[in-house]
């Protein structure tokens, strides 16, 4: 104790001695406070499922409609057929028919309402006393040399102008004709037009050349979006012909054409067209609102060698497998009529259809419907063809009737005729 006295005077004197000031010990430094411990949320005993996505009450009832339909009505609905001479109203409901295509015997002589009288008489069918799903009534009204309605001229005071025609006199022009055109199709009662022809042919010695604009890929691709932006704008389905496009080959319906040109050539001609008219989704309706109503394809029968050497297109797996793949379309498909003689020759015992659905085709374009349809329905109770490719189909149709207004989602989320409901 005497110890620590004696240094801390000594301490002090000296500190007095320096300058005769105190220096003031060094303030007291707190220690820091301890550091705090991070708390560690407790473990999930159970992991959190992912949310799943919300379901689409159109896509909904579409399933729902097509699980309510027998196996029968499911491949009558794959079936857009020429309208028979005989029997059409009894037919709707004997074979569940998807719709209708009517050709020039059928419109010939006719005044708008003894049109839109037979035409409301296969819808009341339909409606009424089928499936109760509305049918395509479709017709190829191209313009030019194929016009099964502008011929008649009780229907129209002249026939309707070819593409090329349209297309030379200009835009204005090309969209006041296809304005007129939808709207008197849609006024009888049609609601798809197999038009627009998206086939590139510069030279007037084809087959094709008089149903094409006559212009080159880059022009003939215009075309084809502007026709089928315009159909769509009036709710009149499209169907982009004939695809992977004719070129300069022979007339199908009398016999097989052999298309030998290079991918390349497709790939950089004649797939543009058809590109340029799948882009059109989404159309503006008169109404304001905005409605996808996406086109339809036809396949054509030609052989094309650097696809399939050795079927038709319309019967060959790998050209539907270019156009759902390589090129995105994901809308429906149809062939073009399987009555024709390029095709009869490759069906194994006649089944032609049964060969087009396991192609990939959704929509079957056919006069002999009264006999593919039972074979179809056989092939698939016998196994030779998938009733999930039969179901892959349906959906597609269904979907396309959908958006082209013919069926409507009622408030308790069903599926019903918008035709007549």
């Given amino acids: 104790m005497k110890r620590k006295l004696c240094l801390t005077l000594l301490l002090l004197l000296l500190l007095t001695a320096c300058g005769g000031k105190m220096v003031p010990p060094p303030p007291e430094v707190p220690d820091p406070p301890p550091a705090e411990t991070p708390e560690v949320p407790p473990e999930d005993t159970e992991p959190q499922e992912p949310e799943e996505p919300?379901?689409?009450p159109e896509e909904a009832?579409?399933?729902?409609?097509?699980?309510?339909?027998?196996?029968?009505?499911?491949i009558g609905q794959l079936f857009f057929v020429r309208v028979p001479a005989e029997n059409a109203l009894e037919d709707v409901t004997t074979y569940h028919l998807g719709g209708y295509l009517l050709f020039g015997r059928d419109t010939?002589?006719?005044t708008a309402n003894d049109l839109i009288q037979t035409i409301a008489s296969w819808q009341t069918q339909a409606a009424e006393y089928d499936t109760g799903i509305p049918l395509l009534i479709g017709v190829d009204e191209e313009g030019g040399t194929v016009v099964r309605v502008s011929s008649n001229p009780k229907l129209r005071s002249r026939k309707f102008s070819s593409p090329g025609k349209l297309w030379k006199e200009g835009l204005d022009a090309l969209l006041r004709e296809t304005?007129?055109?939808s709207i008197l199709l849609k006024s009888l009662g049609f609601n798809v037009n197999l038009a627009p022809v998206a086939d590139v042919s510069t030279n007037s010695g084809d087959f094709i050349y008089d149903r094409t604009t006559g212009m080159d890929a880059e022009e003939t691709a215009d075309y084809t979006a502007r026709v089928t932006e315009a159909q769509s704008f009036y709710g009149l389905g499209s169907v982009l012909k004939h695809f992977p496009g004719y070129g300069n080959n022979k007339d199908t319906h009398t016999g097989v054409a052999v298309d030998e040109r290079s991918m390349e050539t497709f790939l950089e001609q004649d797939f543009l067209p058809f590109q340029a008219g799948i882009a059109v989704e989404e159309t503006v309706?008169?109404?304001?609102?905005?409605?996808?109503?996406?086109?339809a394809v036809l396949v054509s029968h030609n052989i094309v060698g650097c696809m399939d050497p050795d079927l038709?297109?319309?019967?060959?797996?790998?050209?539907?497998?270019v156009l759902r793949e390589?090129?995105?379309?994901?809308?429906?498909?149809?062939?073009?009529d399987l009555a024709m003689s390029a095709v009869s020759a490759y069906a194994a015992d006649g089944n032609v259809a049964v060969m087009s659905i396991q192609a990939g085709n959704d929509l079957?374009?056919?006069?002999?419907?009264?006999?593919?349809i039972p074979r179809v329905i056989q092939a698939v109770k016998d196994g030779g063809l998938e009733e999930e490719a039969v179901d892959t189909a349906c959906l597609r149709v269904l979907r396309w009737k959908l958006e082209l207004g013919l069926l409507e989602l009622t408030e308790e989320g069903t599926l019903v005729s918008a035709v007549f409901p």
């Fill in 326 to 336: 390589d090129l995105g379309f994901d809308g429906v498909v149809m062939t073009d």
């Fill in 54 to 56: 919300e379901e689409d």
């Fill in 285 to 295: 309706w008169p109404s304001g609102e905005l409605r996808r109503l996406r086109p």
């Fill in 108 to 110: 010939q002589d006719k």
């Fill in 179 to 181: 304005r007129e055109k």
């Fill in 364 to 372: 079957v374009v056919t006069t002999d419907y009264r006999t593919q």
């Fill in 61 to 74: 009832a579409l399933l729902a409609l097509l699980e309510d339909l027998t196996l029968e009505q499911k």
């Fill in 312 to 321: 038709p297109a319309s019967l060959s797996p790998e050209v539907h497998r």
